[in-house]
């Protein structure tokens, strides 16, 4: 992936929900503090108060910033929207980006991992996991621009290592993908990164039973899980749905909705080794 | 469909969450004042809680009471879980019987549809809305026993008329479903059934978002709404992601999560006429 450098331009969008002005300002702040030049979102309200604008005007905000002259696309927030208008962005003709996003942006890391775009799974600048949380927003800064590529964290589920291309992200949203028009599983070898807010256990059992008998799992060979925040206590879930399927597993891995979160990518080839803790750009 | 008449024999199957033996009791008791003889659901208690026991416990139990000297089959309640027995099923192997259950028995719902057995969508024997609501047992017992097959309620939507095999049930389940091992979408010109609980407008976006994407929508002729309980105000997202479907709608029906709720067959042939209110077998 290409690394940023100060002087850059980079955009904000709003491909899901509204984020607060304040929060935007502030997330823009911070990557101005970077020396980066950035460009704020210019979708409008609508009707739909969870979503940042029309399905058009947030799908023609994400194309023709992506198409800019700019480094980088940084997602204000997530929320609920990708998924509406994810089908009307023209995937196989977008050069390549610095891309970064997580939760709702899931649907969207997909798509461009699907056209070969490696991506950032980050905290977003609209939001309080990044505005609030100087960790978070070094840990994204060190790998935009220092090109961190390893990882030691978390706790072994399950022992063992793997090597594939990093996929995944909030589950609740692989879920809500599957069927839809470009819809696949990942490729052979992939390492799922896996990571929720706010479902229930007996929600996510739903949600990672859906992905099962989809066969999203078959080619997983390894997973790493972040944090659950608000979904009460997923360990039995996880367990039952998870240590199962015979790859190794490392827990608790600190990405997703959660105080300094690691910002790690997607659509890389890596290599997780379990016992060691380590996750690692190959 | 077969219609029920005293003196039968029936089951009660817990294929999703656990019931309280207390409602089981006297939702038993409540078919035994029809007149029919109640086998009460025997699967124990398991690790995941909010599933009435093991999935294979549930598989079994629901094939050995499906397959034993009975006329019908009644869930005693959903919460989740029928998404991950449903795959343990012989499907096809199952002979004649009335069904009956609702919310996430939808997915068996879906299954039998799909090998050509009628159903009965409505308040299940475990549960509240069936055991401290005597004009829903009234509803239903008409169903099962006299043959009722034209209802008249709702509130005009979107005008016109159609015909075509009903299916449905809850949305979030039938989202949940895509994907899986036999999922397919309804036949031509159905008329689709929705209800939900518990899901807020951003939740049910996703979830018939999901549905469209995934093509479900396609062949649907007609759509008559239930309840939304527990959902807020709904009416801006049912009206985004359906009346644009360009098919009759009838909302407001009272089925499902609510007072008083129909019972209503799946499965079967019937007209939809918007302006007359009216839904009736053909």
């Known amino acids: 992936m290409t690394l940023l450098r100060r002087g850059d331009r980079v955009a904000l969008v709003s491909p899901a929900g509204p984020a607060l002005p304040s929060r935007v300002a502030a997330g823009a702040e911070v990557l101005r503090s970077w020396g980066l030049e950035v460009a704020t979102p210019v979708v409008e309200p609508w009707a739909l108060p969870y979503l940042a604008g029309s399905d058009e005007a947030r799908a023609a905000e994400f194309v023709d910033a992506w198409c800019s002259d700019v480094a980088a696309v940084f997602c204000v927030r997530g929320g609920y929207g990708c998924l509406r208008m994810t089908d009307l962005v023209p995937w196989k003709d977008l050069p390549p980006r610095v891309f970064v996003g997580s939760s709702d942006v899931t649907v969207l890391h997909a798509e461009l991992g699907a056209v070969g775009q490696p991506t950032v799974f980050g905290p977003m600048p609209g939001t309080a996991d ?11 800064r060190a790998v935009l621009f220092d090109g961190v590529s390893s990882w030691t964290a978390g706790t072994p589920v399950v022992p063992g290592a793997a090597r594939g291309v990093l996929v995944g992200g909030n589950t609740a949203l692989l879920a809500a993908s599957v069927g839809g028009p470009r819809w696949e599983r990942p490729a052979d ?18 949600i990672l039973t859906q992905l099962v008998r989809a066969g999203w799992f078959e080619p997983v060979a390894g997973i790493v899980l972040g944090s659950w925040t608000g979904c009460g206590d997923v360990s039995d879930v996880l367990a039952d749905r998870l240590s199962g399927l015979g790859v190794p597993i490392l ?21 997780l080794d379990v016992d060691a803790r380590t996750l690692t750009v190959v």
């Open 189 to 206: 070898g992939a390492i799922a990164l896996l990571e929720d807010v706010g479902e229930e256990p007996y929600r996510l059992d739903r």
């Open 130 to 140: 990044f505005v609030d949380d100087p960790v978070a927003q070094a840990r994204l």
């Open 251 to 271: 827990g608790d891995f600190g990405f997703g909705h959660c105080a300094g979160s690691w910002s790690l990518p997607l659509g890389v080839a890596a290599a």
